[in-house]
């Protein structure tokens, strides 16, 4: 089913297109001829990606917003309109000892990661549901279940919206909307490689795989979801962390 015409006449909205997941999410989508309409903050990124994905036959546009605004997050929504997919990506890990995590820190990484997916499924989902037809994805974290001794507001703002797809998949999903997620374990990205610096190497003992993922391994998975080949799959988090380490010393 995961053709390059699989999406073809679909429309996809991708939050946090401008890097990382979300840019390889968009690249894939529109690859399967998905119309993409990517998010971010960062206008000159946004507008390059615009132009790379046209300029290999599909089409895309670039709508700038901040999640950390409540206003602007709905006004992504109006300019996107009716979207076919919705892929919740764009994320914030701000991973400090709570000690250290004061209001405001704790307050945009909500936003960010579980108030801007409940802003744009209700403004979007309603419209997939009259439709008839929808599929939407969640970028998770493995963070939301395996607790670390840092990070615990952003494990907490990533369970929050890991629980929204049982919820949004039992609400919608008797419409023809599914709603899914996938949680990514560690992941090589700007915002990965800006958080650890000269440690990035770490990433690579987190797991059994024993290695940090690349972007374009989530955006396969994101695309299974969002597409016709998971036309049954509605209320999952499907795991692409390379596998739990194990609790044993090895
Ligand atoms: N990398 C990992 O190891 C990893 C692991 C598990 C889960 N994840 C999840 O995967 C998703 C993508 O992560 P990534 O590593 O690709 O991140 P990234 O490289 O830091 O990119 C984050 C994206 O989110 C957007 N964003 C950040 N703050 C925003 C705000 N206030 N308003 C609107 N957009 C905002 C950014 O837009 P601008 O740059 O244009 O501002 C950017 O497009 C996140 O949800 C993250 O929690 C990542």
Redesign the pocket.
Known sequence: MSTRTALQGRTALV?????????AVAQNLARQGAEVVL????RA??EALVKEIVSEGSSARFIA????DAEDTLRLAAEAGAVDILVN?????ELAPTAMTDAASFD?QI???TR?PILLVGALAPGMAERGHGSIVI?????ARMPAPIGAA?GAS?AGAEILTRYWATEFGPAGVRVNTV??????????K?MLGDNIGL?DSTNARGR?GA?EE?AEVVSFLAGPASSYVNGAVLFADGGERSALPV
């Open positions: 939050t946090g297109a401008t890097s990382g997941i979300g840019k998010h971010g903050r960062d990124r946004g917003a901040d999640f950390t990506n764009a994320g914030l890990f945009r936003a960010v990661n801007a970028v998770g974290s493995s963070a952003y990533k949680s990514p374990g560690p992941v090589i990205t700007e915002g990965s800006a990433m940090a972007p989530i």
